[in-house]
């Protein structure tokens, strides 16, 4: 098997059977049921493409193996081309960094591409060799499309838990010393990305169910409606983890400047105290003559009283006032 030929199947009876390399293109084009899967990343995959499957549109050949793409659902004669997101849970890569699966699809070959490895993908290779294996084309995208929205639900539910804990941690101890904001930037922005891809994948599905394909069943129509009901589930659970964490990032920031506002208040009463304070203190500091006091010994402690009194009569006028 080329490197670039990562999977290649023809199903039959009810079976799938794995194409040697000089078998793919004659199972290709054959009137049974192949696929095969390619890597999206390696050179040799769009020359291969272009010159042994030349009987595709060049349209096909270019929305399978441009750089970046969106999850969309294009009608193409009787066949489709679908492209579509699934969670990345390859080692060492965030599960929110979506990878995209971009195939094309008729009543008799199925050709996809992915750049990175797709536990669906792989999945639906391991069940390819079995009698429990994709009988159609349909059943095979239903059984894709189930797996990939399987994989976004899972992903999003952690996300939910995730909000969870923290809803319950600040609730129970909101000045616990813990790094509220942190936990909330990484979980908005896990939902941030997530919504990204999963948005215009709802609205794939929703058409993908809806095409006008002969080798659609009712029953396939039926599974990928599901599927389609799950990912518009997990893009509402991501909306409400985004406004979840809003909300706490206003209680946090609200908090804050509560905090500073009570401070500054103290402090300006504190100011207003010590303003007249400072007045008598500063007048009578002045070295000229003339100071009242001057020649008596207890003029020092009959100022340091009067200005106690001072303070206590301002305490009781910012009572009264309702300053304190």
Request: charge should be negative; proline fraction near 3%; glycine fraction near 6%.
């Amino acid at each position: 098997m080329s490197d670039f030929i990562l999977h290649a199947f023809e199903v039959l009876n009810d079976s799938g059977i794995p194409l040697e390399r000089e078998k793919i293109i004659d199972g290709l084009k054959s009137h049974d049921l192949a696929w095969v899967h390619l890597d999206a990343a390696h050179p040799f995959t769009k020359p291969w493409l272009e010159t042994e499957l030349s009987f595709l549109d060049p349209f096909i050949v270019a929305a399978l193996t441009v750089d970046e793409t969106r999850p969309r659902v294009t009608k193409i004669g009787d066949g489709v081309l679908l492209i579509m997101r699934g969670m990345n849970f390859n080692e060492g890569q965030a599960d929110e960094d979506m990878v995209s699966v971009r195939l094309y699809a008729d009543a008799e070959r199925i050709i996809s591409l992915t750049k990175r490895p797709v536990r669906s993908v792989l999945e639906l290779a391991d069940v390819m060799r079995t009698d429990r294996g994709p009988k159609s084309t349909g059943h095979f995208l239903q059984l894709l499309v189930y797996g990939l929205s399987k994989r976004v639900d899972k992903a999003v539910a952690g996300l939910d838990d995730q909000m969870d804990e923290t809803e319950r941690l600040f609730v129970d101890g909101p000045e616990n010393g813990h790094d509220y904001r942190r936990d909330l930037s990484s979980i908005r922005m896990k939902a941030i990305k997530i919504r990204r891809h999963v948005a215009p994948q709802r609205e794939a599905l929703f058409e993908l169910k809806s095409l006008d394909c002969q080798w659609l069943t009712e029953m396939d129509r039926r599974s990928i409606h599901e599927s389609y009901n799950r990912t518009l589930r997990a893009v509402e659970e991501l909306d409400a983890v985004r406004e979840r964490s809003q909300i706490i990032k206003d209680e946090i920031s609200s908090g804050l400047s509560e905090k500073l506002n009570r401070n500054t208040y103290v402090l300006s009463l504190i100011a207003a105290i010590f303003l007249p304070l400072g007045f008598l203190t500063g007048l009578f500091g002045i070295n000229i003559g003339g100071l009242p006091g001057i020649e008596s010994g207890n003029a020092f402690w009959v100022f340091c009283i009067s200005m106690i009194i001072l303070v206590g009569i301002q305490i009781i006028v910012f009572k009264k006032l309702k300053w304190f």
